[in-house]
Antibody
């Protein structure tokens, strides 16, 4: 079945960096766009970034532009989120999510998330 | 940015009763609206897309309606397993945006 497994979270100091990974299985990865969505503790959902199936088109929410980079490796069925210049407000669970087959714009399947804590 | 507003913040409903959740967009989004369910400690689950089409495997007691700026998610007969936070999300334009969520409690 379709599975997404995130990894790479942890505790990092302000100004630090992390690379989050998402391993996809159970579907033809190269034919789907992928997203990252985050959720701060006790808060709602926030879409963060999107990468098209070929990796050549990317969108970001404004609050992370210049600090976060989404990428993918279709040969490895992996999607990544490089997070730089981390701030306390980046503390969240980061979910990897697959687009639906109908539209880039919503999330048909979600991983279980990886937790990022930014604290000194 | 399209702002999504959900109401009420918390809804307390008895088992077997109807639950009605609202979502409003700051501008018209046609029917480009999705609903998700997030149970405690779990990842969100995709429920409804295009405002009213149930995703595969979603029980018929969940239904969506609306277009333009005003949308509704209805749970026709609330079950105990429906305890969750429900989020709406627009996909009419980037950035994709979510509402703040409605927490459904079992009375």
């Amino acid at each position: 079945q379709v599975q997404l497994l995130e990894s790479g979270g942890g505790v990092v100091q302000p100004g630090g960096s992390l690379r989050l990974s998402c391993a996809a299985s159970g579907f033809t990865f190269k034919t789907y766009g992928m997203h990252w969505v985050r959720q701060a503790p006790g808060k709602g959902l926030e879409w963060v970034a999107f990468v098209r199936k070929d990796g050549n088109l990317k969108y970001y929410t404004d609050s992370v532009k210049g600090r976060l980079t989404i990428s993918r490796d279709n040969s490895k069925n992996m999607v990544y989120l490089q997070v730089n210049s981390l701030r306390p407000e980046d503390t969240a669970v980061y979910y990897c999510a697959r687009c639906s087959g109908i539209s880039w714009g919503f999330f048909e399947t979600w991983g279980q998330g990886t937790s990022v804590t930014v604290s000194s | 940015e399209i702002v999504m507003t959900q109401s009420p913040a918390t809804l307390s409903v008895s088992p077997g009763e109807r639950a009605t959740l609202s979502c409003r967009a700051s501008q018209s989004i046609s029917n480009k609206l999705v609903w998700y369910q997030q149970k405690p400690g779990q990842a969100p689950r995709f429920l409804i897309y295009d405002a009213s089409t149930r995703a595969t495997g979603i029980p018929a007691r969940f239904s969506g309606s609306g277009s333009g700026t005003d949308f509704t998610l209805t749970i026709s007969s609330l079950q105990s397993e429906d305890l969750a936070v429900y989020y709406c999300q627009q996909f009419d334009d980037w950035p994709l945006t979510f509402g703040g969520g409605t927490k459904v409690e079992i009375k």
